[in-house]
């Protein structure tokens, strides 16, 4: 009896330290209240380059105003890591250095780098930042937070430099803290009727031409489960639409096409007022968005025009 009131108490009291250590702000957040956020990654990425295909990790170190954090870096992703020059990264930063500079220890992010090293990858990586901001106006808690990044990489096998934008995506369990739910990891084929916001996700995805999702099967789809025992989908990875238009996307890719996975007929009807009611506010946010050049501003506008005529027209059907 003893022994069992121990281990009780010996849970409680390390599920409680386990909370108190994620109060506060992570280095995420502290991030994200930057406007232009530069920092220095040192890693060796010619080791980096001989675990493309495997999930061993590195490590690496984060220089940021004068302070250092060390974390484990890995290649993350299927297509990109085959066949990006730098392949999209998973970062496991060390808990015991979040401490010391005062942040909480959610301490999992990917990180999304340009897939070729040139304008076009440049080009590429802001639209898709694009992407994730439209969607974090269409659904504010049921999103990624994201934050673009400018990173000056260091390569310690050789010394050599290169600077380039990078998007920085949340911890998953500071997205779970967020909307109070559980990540289901084993969610598959599961029926309309357990989906809080399927068309809502599926609209968007017709909205910046992204086929490359599936519900069925949970791909580029974080699905949480609440606690009404309802799922609600948060997209992610969105270079394979035609809003992002990357160099390596076919022009057959690029068309819209609606994809819906349930045997139940989609209603978007609901989907279609809220939408529309956000036309001028995402049309806005595109114009706002002045980092890309105003070639890309431009064609992604009459992208997104395209969509709402769609929409006004009754023509987004299966």
């Known amino acids: 009896m003893l022994r069992t009131t121990a281990l009780l108490l010996l849970l409680l009291l390390t599920a409680s330290a386990s909370l108190l250590a994620k109060k506060g702000e992570s280095i995420f957040d502290r991030w994200s209240h930057m406007d232009h956020k530069t920092i220095e990654f040192r890693l060796d990425l010619d080791s980096l380059e001989t675990l493309r295909y495997s999930e061993s990790s590195i490590r690496g170190t984060v220089l940021d105003n004068g302070r250092t954090f060390t974390l484990d870096v890995s290649v993350r992703g299927r297509f990109r890591r085959r066949t990006c020059g730098l392949p999209p990264m998973k970062l496991q930063f060390d808990k015991e250095m979040l401490r010391l500079a005062g942040l909480n220890t959610h301490n999992d992010y990917k990180l999304v780098t340009p897939c070729t090293d040139d304008a076009a990858g440049q080009d590429a990586i802001l639209r898709e930042q694009l992407a994730y901001e439209l969607y974090q106006t269409i659904d504010p808690e049921a999103s990624f937070r994201t934050k ?25 369990d500071e997205l779970q803290h967020r909307l109070q739910a559980d990540n289901c990891k084993d969610c598959y084929n599961a029926p309309l009727a357990e989906y809080a916001n399927a068309e809502q996700v599926t609209l968007f995805q017709y909205m910046i031409g992204n086929g490359d999702f599936s519900t069925l099967l949970a791909r580029n789809l974080k699905l949480l489960r609440t606690a009404d025992g309802r799922l609600t989908a948060v997209p992610y990875d969105f270079d394979f639409s035609g809003l992002v238009n990357p160099s390596y996307l076919n022009d057959k890719v690029k068309q819209r096409s609606l994809v819906w996975e349930f045997t139940d007929a989609p209603d978007l009807s609901q989907a279609t007022t809220d939408f529309l009611a956000l036309e001028d506010t995402l049309l806005q946010q595109v114009e706002n968005y002045t980092v ?13 025009r395209g969509f709402f005529r769609e929409l006004r027209a009754g023509r987004v059907t299966l």
Request: without cysteine; charged residues 15%; hydrophobic residues 35%.
């Open 292 to 304: 890309l050049d105003g070639s890309s501003q431009r064609a992604i506008t009459r992208y997104l």
């Open 148 to 172: 673009l990044l400018t990173i000056n990489y260091v390569n310690t096998a050789d010394g050599s430099t290169t600077t380039s934008y990078a998007i920085l995506i949340e911890d998953t």
